[in-house]
C-alpha cells in the first residue's frame, strides 16, 4: 500500500518494541515513499502524542517501481518513551497510535495536548477530537481558562476524559446501548477524587456542554463510509453553564482542523447573516454583540434573529487575493455543509425528513436561514447551490 506517484510522498507508521525494552519503551519505524519527513515536522507530533523521542536511525533504499523508473524510500526508527514514564500496554494502543498519527499527516486531527489522550486514556483520534471541538467551543462561551490549561485537566484525569466520550456516545450514537444516567453517575463518582477546583470546574463544564448536545453530524458517513472531515454540534443553550447574555434558543457550533464557526438562533422562527471573522479566539463574542444591536434595530419588525459566523484557519500567513478568497469560500462551504447535515428539510408535500445519522431528541426542526454579512456578500450563490445540491433549495 506505499505505492506512490513520483510527486506524492507516501508515509505510513508502526508502533512495535523489543523483547528487552523498558516497560515504558516504544519503537515507530516510519516507512517514506518521496520526501523523507523532516525532524522538525515528526517531533512536535510526537510529543503532542505523549512521546519522548530517545533516538533515530535512518535506513534508505530504492526498488524498481517499473518503466525504467527508481523509487527512493527510506525507512526511519524512532526509539521512544512514554513521557510520563508510565508501562505501555502494546495491544492497547498500537493501531490508536498508528492512526492518530496518520490522521495527522492527513491533516484530518490537529497536532496540539490533547492528543495525549490517545495514549493516556485510549481514546481513539476521532473520539479525541469530540473533546477537542468541546474544549475549542468552551473558549468560544468565554470559560476563563486557556486551551492549554483544558488539555492538561483531561490528561491529568484520563479517566474522566475516557468516560465524558462514552458519555458522548451513549447520548448521540444512533442505535447505540449506551447508559448515560449510569455513566453520569460514574462521571460524578469519578469528579469526586478529582483533587484540583480547576479541574473540577473544567470537566464539569465539559460534561455540561455533552449534555446538552441535541444532534451531531459526528456519526454521519459517505458513500464510500468515510466520516466527515468536521463535526457539527447543535446545543441547547439555555441549559448550558455559565453562558455569557444572551442566550441563544439553539446553536450551532462547528469544529474542523480548517475552519471553527458559530450560527446563534434566538427562535424556532429566526433569519440572519453569516459572518466572515478575523477574530479567532472570541468569533462567537463578536456575533453575540451583532445580536444585541440586530435585537434592538429589529424589536418592532421580528421579535428575535440569528446570527452566524467563522474564522478560517487555514489561511497562510501572507496570502495572495486568490488565496485568501478561495480558503474563505472552502471555510464557508463547510459550515453551510455542517449546518446542513443536522437539520431536517421538508419534501414536496411538506413532510419532515430527518437527516441520516443523526439523533434527534430535540424533535423536529425544519428552519436554518443563512443570509449575507460582513465579508460574505457574494457568497449567497454558493450558499444556494449547496442547497441546491442537497435538496433544501426553496426557490427563492
Known amino acids: 500500500d506505499l505505492a506512490a506517484s513520483r510527486d506524492e510522498p507516501k508515509i505510513r507508521a508502526r508502533v512495535w518494541r523489543r523483547e528487552?525494552?523498558?516497560s515504558a519503551a516504544l519503537h515507530l519505524k516510519l516507512y517514506v515513499l518521496g520526501e523523507v519527513l523532516p525532524l522538525s515536522a515528526?517531533?512536535?507530533v510526537f510529543e503532542n502524542l505523549g512521546l519522548k523521542v530517545i533516538s533515530e536511525d535512518s535506513f534508505p533504499v530504492s526498488f524498481?517501481?517499473?518503466a525504467g523508473w527508481r523509487q527512493a524510500a527510506v525507512i526511519l526508527d524512532f526509539a521512544m518513551e512514554r513521557a510520563d514514564g508510565m508501562a505501555v500496554r502494546m495491544d492497547d494502543i498500537r493501531e490508536a497510535l498508528e492512526d492518530a498519527f496518520h490522521a495527522v499527516l492527513r491533516g484530518e486531527a490537529e497536532s496540539d495536548d490533547f492528543n495525549r489522550l490517545v495514549i493516556g486514556a485510549g481514546l481513539a483520534w476521532r473520539d479525541v477530537t469530540v473533546l477537542r471541538a468541546v474544549g475549542r467551543y468552551l473558549r468560544q462561551a468565554a470559560i476563563p481558562f486557556s486551551l492549554a490549561y483544558m488539555q492538561q485537566a483531561l490528561v491529568k484525569n484520563p479517566q474522566c476524559a475516557a468516560l465524558?466520550?462514552?458519555?458522548f456516545h451513549a447520548r448521540t450514537q444512533p442505535g447505540g446501548d449506551g447508559d448515560s444516567q449510569a455513566l453520569d453517575t460514574r462521571i460524578e463518582a469519578a469528579l469526586q477524587e478529582v483533587p484540583g477546583l480547576d479541574d473540577d470546574r473544567i470537566l464539569r463544564r465539559f460534561r455540561n456542554v455533552i449534555a446538552c448536545i441535541l444532534r451531531t453530524n459526528f456519526w454521519q458517513q459517505s458513500e464510500d463510509g468515510a466520516?466527515?472531515?468536521?463535526?457539527?454540534?447543535?446545543?441547547?443553550?439555555g441549559k448550558l453553564d455559565e453562558l455569557p447574555e444572551p442566550r441563544p434558543w439553539r446553536e450551532i457550533f462547528v469544529y474542523s482542523p480548517t475552519v471553527e464557526g458559530v450560527h446563534l438562533r434566538f427562535g424556532p422562527i429566526a433569519r440572519g447573516g453569516i459572518r466572515w471573522s478575523d477574530r479567532r479566539e472570541d468569533f462567537r463574542t463578536e456575533i453575540l454583540g451583532l445580536v444585541k444591536a440586530q435585537q434592538v434595530k429589529n424589536a418592532v419588525i421580528v421579535p428575535v434573529g440569528a446570527k452566524g459566523g467563522f474564522f478560517a484557519k487555514a489561511m497562510p500567513a501572507q496570502p495572495t487575493r486568490e488565496e485568501f478568497m478561495a480558503v474563505g469560500i472552502a471555510a464557508y462551504r463547510t459550515l453551510i455543509n455542517a449546518m446542513l447535515d443536522i437539520t431536517d428539510n421538508l419534501d414536496a408535500h411538506g413532510a419532515v425528513q430527518p437527516p441520516p445519522g443523526v439523533l434527534r431528541p430535540d424533535g423536529d426542526d425544519p428552519y436554518l436561514v443563512v443570509a449575507a454579512d460582513k465579508g460574505t456578500a457574494t457568497f449567497s450563490d454558493i450558499a444556494n447551490a449547496i442547497a441546491l445540491e442537497r435538496g433544501f433549495w426553496l426557490g427563492d
Do not use: M
Not at 164 to 167: E, K, R, Y
Not at 227 to 237: E, Q, T, V
Open 20 to 22: 528487552n525494552d523498558a
Open 42 to 44: 515528526s517531533l512536535p
Open 64 to 66: 524498481n517501481a517499473g
Open 164 to 167: 465524558l466520550v462514552a458519555l
Open 227 to 237: 466520516f466527515k472531515s468536521y463535526i457539527a454540534f447543535k446545543l441547547d443553550s
